[in-house]
């Protein structure tokens, strides 16, 4: 059973528009939930992350909005750029377990020039 | 500030073999987590360690394993390869087990094939 669930797979965005991916969960357990970004060939890299305490968090272009009602949260990219192009993962975890992360599938971002 | 080391890069294994994996984690680190990355199942937790000792597992069987060393330094074990464990492994780097709001940073990964 997939704890966190991603949409879209696959997203194709023109240079300077906006990319978002959306990320819903169930187990209201979870406290941290944080993006990856994974380029081919490397490990995911953290990109930004918040906690369900807030709402809204924005580092540079990206942004996290999280509805702790819905159990939904999502990834803003404003101003997407070719160099974004890349798989996102959102994960979501406990603190009670630690370091484990429930992974969604992934959403592979195309930025058009 | 060096990130995290997995050793090595590629792994090629016949069915039936074991294999061991090795991660270094960002150094003051404590806890290593291990997952692993297919294309059909995503990124899947394995386990995590802390100091030396596992904390938690994942749903994998008993051919994986691992330890952690005193000096934090983990590996992992697949033994009695099959096709199906061919892979990406990721290892992730924390501070702290346990505190919540913990950042986890990953390795590039070992690719490991199973012919």
């Known amino acids: 059973q997939q704890q966190v669930k991603q949409s879209p797979q696959s997203l194709i965005v023109q240079k300077g528009g906006i990319s978002i991916i959306n990320c819903a969960y169930e187990?209201?357990?979870?406290?941290?939930f944080p993006w990856y970004q994974q380029f081919p060939g490397k490990g995911p890299a953290l990109l930004i992350a918040?906690?369900?305490?807030?709402s809204e968090k924005k580092e540079g272009r990206f942004t996290i909005s999280f509805n702790k009602s819905a159990k939904q949260f999502s990834l803003h990219i404003m101003d997407s750029q070719p160099g974004d192009s890349a798989t996102y993962f959102c994960?979501?975890?406990?603190?009670?377990?630690?370091?484990?992360?429930?992974f969604g599938t992934g959403t592979s971002l195309t930025v058009i020039p | 500030k060096a990130g995290v080391t997995q050793t090595p890069r590629y792994l090629i294994k016949t069915r039936g073999q074991q294999v061991t994996l090795s991660c270094s984690p960002i150094?003051?680190?404590?806890?290593v987590s291990w997952y692993q990355q297919t294309p059909g199942q995503g990124l899947q937790f394995l386990f995590e360690?802390?100091?030396?000792?596992q904390r938690n597992k994942g749903n994998f069987p008993g051919r994986f394993s691992g330890r952690q060393f005193s000096n934090s330094r983990s590996e992992m074990n697949v033994s009695t390869l099959e096709l199906g464990d061919s892979a990406l492994y990721l290892c992730?780097?924390?501070?702290?087990w346990g505190a919540g709001y913990t950042e986890a940073f990953f390795g590039q990964g070992t690719r490991l094939t199973v012919v």
């Open positions: 918040i906690r369900p305490d807030v």
């Open positions: 187990n209201t357990a979870f406290d941290y």
């Open positions: 992730a780097s924390s501070l702290v």
């Open positions: 994960a979501a975890s406990n603190a009670n377990t630690g370091n484990q992360f429930y």
């Open positions: 150094s003051g680190h404590r806890s």
């Open positions: 360690y802390f100091s030396e000792t």
